[in-house]
């Protein structure tokens, strides 16, 4: 996962990129980056680390111009290096370009290969760098046929932003795996367009609305407009951005986050609902699925483990050292809430196993009578190739063992997921109004209405292998990820 945020048409847009970076930090805290446009050139600066590191005033003033375009990444293709830090901006023929990209490409590696057999030379691993260099070669006459031509010959998950001296570009791929949206400073023709509408809140923008699958949306002096230059497909949203990744106060694709991270708590207890003293969460990410599971579940919710928020989030820390390690440095358990308590324990996933079983240790040592395990999701059993940095198959606990196994494992007491048709059921029913109208069919969507999200809507995945993209690894991958340590 990453973060993109871009703006167009204000005499501050470095600034209120940096802020909106920062609201989406955690989508990506490996490394950040800005470009700005003047309108004649662009200026960039990229660092390794959080947003507040990477841009100190001094460096926020060098960065000129009313436009611009910013990126959070944490590493899914290339390693955690400076050189593949984005946005990327390059020189080329035609003038000056600068991509920020967040999701994956399938086929990068295949045409990577292809690219350098016919010349290119490039600088990172990092497969956008793939799109510059297509994009870069196109022989079309106009820059939305020369970016529309690079983006058919990709495949997987992307949502772009592009920001050239003259215009910036908002792309969103046909399946619409990752969120991308569009909003408008009030009263003004300044536009911003961002990963997820909690960023526009920051710089007191309005949310317009969600940029379609497909979608390519054009921002320039003339005003903004849009072209779908790739035939229509079915949606497949990672619905994986409404359990976790996604921050609880987004709505993405008109679902609110909060509201169907509620709704899994809900269905979790309804489906394995358990007698016990108190219900706690795994913080941050579990704690609206732990306020429904109280709800429904009658009983009273409590905050049984603190989180330490100078800590990042130990699923997107690049280094098995550094996330085996924060786990005791991120979570304490309070022992007033749990000494002598049955407790059922609320987290959105089990990945390896190792995070959960020193979660049960600390909940034991802590004084917990019996710990119930609850996770909001199904077991995950395949890795993502579309942006998420799940491990691989053989990594994953839930591909080689039963629920069963796991929790013997983990040592709960009992261990249940949420089943798969209740997890896509509850992310549907938190349809809001937001949703507003299809752009390409200027047809009315009604609040509520699932006929339009069904689970054909939705990649699942890490959760049952049925890939929307077919996705042979490429016999160069392992080489250049060992290549980039």
Same mark, same amino acid.
């Given at each position: 996962? /990453?973060?993109?945020?871009?703006?167009?048409?204000?005499?501050?847009?470095?600034?209120?990129?940096?802020?909106?970076?920062?609201?989406? $930090?955690?989508?990506?805290?490996?490394?950040?980056? %800005?470009?700005?446009?003047?309108?004649?050139?662009?200026?960039?600066?990229?660092?390794?680390?959080?947003?507040?590191?990477?841009?100190?005033?001094? $460096?926020?003033?060098?960065?000129?111009?009313?436009?611009?375009?910013?990126?959070?990444?944490?590493?899914?293709?290339?390693?955690?290096?400076?050189?593949?830090?984005?946005?990327?901006?390059?020189?080329?023929?035609?003038?000056?370009?600068?991509?920020?990209?967040?999701?994956?490409?399938?086929?990068?590696?295949?045409?990577?290969?292809?690219?350098?057999?016919?010349?290119? %030379?490039?600088?990172?691993?990092?497969?956008?760098?793939? *799109?510059?260099?297509?994009?870069?070669?196109?022989? $079309?006459?106009?820059?939305?046929?020369?970016?529309?031509?690079?983006?058919?010959?990709?495949?997987?998950?992307?949502?772009?932003?592009?920001?050239?001296?003259?215009?910036?570009?908002?792309?969103?791929?046909?399946?619409?795996?990752?969120?991308? /949206?569009?909003?408008?400073?009030?009263?003004?023709?300044?536009?911003?367009?961002?990963?997820?509408?909690?960023?526009?809140?920051?710089?007191?923008?309005?949310?317009?609305?969600?940029?379609?699958?497909?979608?390519?949306?054009? =921002?320039?002096?003339?005003?903004?407009?849009?072209?779908?230059?790739?035939?229509?497909?079915?949606?497949?949203? /990672? *619905?994986?951005?409404?359990?976790?990744?996604?921050?609880?106060?987004?709505?993405?694709?008109?679902?609110?986050?909060?509201?169907?991270?509620?709704?899994?708590? @809900?269905?979790?207890?309804?489906?394995?609902? =358990?007698?016990?003293?108190?219900?706690?969460?795994?913080?941050?990410?579990?704690?609206?699925?732990?306020?429904?599971?109280?709800?429904?579940?009658?009983?009273?919710?409590?905050?049984?483990?603190?989180?330490?928020?100078?800590?990042?989030?130990?699923?997107?820390?690049?280094?098995?050292?550094?996330?085996?390690?924060?786990? @005791?440095?991120?979570?304490?358990?309070?022992?007033?809430?749990?000494?002598?308590?049955?407790?059922?324990?609320?987290?959105?996933?089990?990945?390896?196993?190792?995070?959960?079983?020193?979660?049960?240790?600390?909940?034991?040592?802590?004084?917990?009578?019996?710990?119930?395990? @609850?996770?909001?999701?199904?077991?995950?059993?395949?890795? /993502?190739?579309?942006?998420?940095?799940?491990?691989?198959?053989?990594?994953?606990?839930?591909?080689?063992?039963?629920?069963?196994? =796991?929790?013997?494992?983990?040592?709960?007491?009992?261990?249940?997921?949420?089943?798969?048709?209740?997890? =896509?059921?509850?992310?549907?029913?938190?349809?809001?109004?937001?949703?507003?109208?299809?752009?390409?069919?200027?047809?009315? %969507?009604?609040?509520?209405?699932?006929?339009?999200?069904?689970?054909?809507?939705?990649?699942?995945?890490?959760?049952?292998?049925?890939?929307?993209?077919?996705?042979?690894?490429?016999?160069?991958?392992?080489?250049?990820?060992?290549?980039?340590?």
């Amino acid at each position: 996962m /990453c973060g993109v945020f871009g703006i167009y048409g204000h005499k501050e847009a470095a600034n209120l990129t940096y802020l909106g970076l920062h609201a989406l $930090q955690h989508r990506g805290q490996e490394s950040a980056g %800005i470009v700005t446009s003047d309108g004649s050139q662009l200026s960039l600066h990229r660092g390794m680390g959080h947003v507040i590191d990477v841009f100190p005033p001094e $460096q926020l003033e060098r960065l000129g111009g009313p436009h611009a375009i910013g990126h959070v990444r944490y590493s899914t293709a290339g390693g955690s290096a400076l050189k593949n830090a984005q946005p990327i901006a390059v020189d080329y023929a035609r003038g000056s370009i600068a991509v920020a990209h967040n999701g994956n490409l399938t086929n990068a590696e295949a045409l990577r290969e292809k690219l350098e057999e016919r010349g290119s %030379i490039f600088q990172s691993t990092s497969d956008t760098e793939v *799109i510059v260099h297509l994009f870069a070669m196109s022989r $079309q006459k106009s820059f939305e046929d020369r970016v529309a031509d690079a983006l058919s010959q990709v495949q997987g998950a992307y949502s772009l932003l592009i920001l050239t001296p003259e215009s910036m570009i908002a792309v969103r791929d046909p399946m619409g795996i990752r969120p991308l /949206c569009l909003g408008r400073l009030p009263g003004t023709d300044t536009y911003v367009v961002a990963s997820e509408p909690s960023s526009f809140d920051l710089i007191d923008a309005e949310y317009v609305r969600e940029i379609e699958p497909g979608e390519m949306v054009v =921002i320039n002096q003339v005003g903004v407009k849009s072209v779908w230059p790739f035939a229509e497909v079915a949606r497949h949203t /990672c *619905i994986f951005e409404y359990v976790y990744f996604a921050r609880p106060d987004s709505n993405i694709d008109g679902v609110s986050v909060y509201e169907a991270r509620k709704n899994l708590g @809900r269905a979790l207890a309804r489906e394995h609902g =358990i007698k016990a003293d108190v219900v706690i969460p795994v913080p941050d990410s579990g704690v609206p699925a732990t306020i429904g599971y109280a709800e429904e579940s009658k009983l009273p919710f409590e905050l049984g483990l603190v989180r330490s928020h100078y800590v990042g989030r130990t699923f997107i820390e690049p280094r098995q050292s550094i996330r085996h390690f924060g786990v @005791r440095l991120k979570l304490n358990p309070i022992s007033a809430t749990l000494k002598g308590k049955v407790v059922v324990v609320v987290d959105d996933s089990i990945i390896r196993g190792t995070t959960s079983r020193k979660i049960v240790k600390m909940l034991r040592d802590a004084g917990a009578k019996e710990v119930h395990m @609850r996770i909001s999701s199904p077991p995950t059993k395949w890795p /993502c190739y579309y942006g998420i940095d799940t491990p691989t198959r053989g990594e994953l606990i839930a591909s080689s063992h039963s629920v069963e196994e =796991i929790n013997q494992y983990i040592t709960s007491d009992t261990l249940a997921y949420l089943g798969l048709d209740s997890m =896509i059921h509850s992310v549907v029913s938190a349809r809001t109004e937001a949703t507003g109208r299809s752009t390409r069919r200027n047809l009315p %969507i009604a609040p509520g209405d699932e006929a339009s999200l069904k689970e054909s809507s939705f990649c699942t995945a890490c959760w049952t292998g049925n890939y929307p993209i077919k996705f042979t690894p490429h016999p160069r991958q392992h080489q250049m990820r060992l290549l980039d340590l």
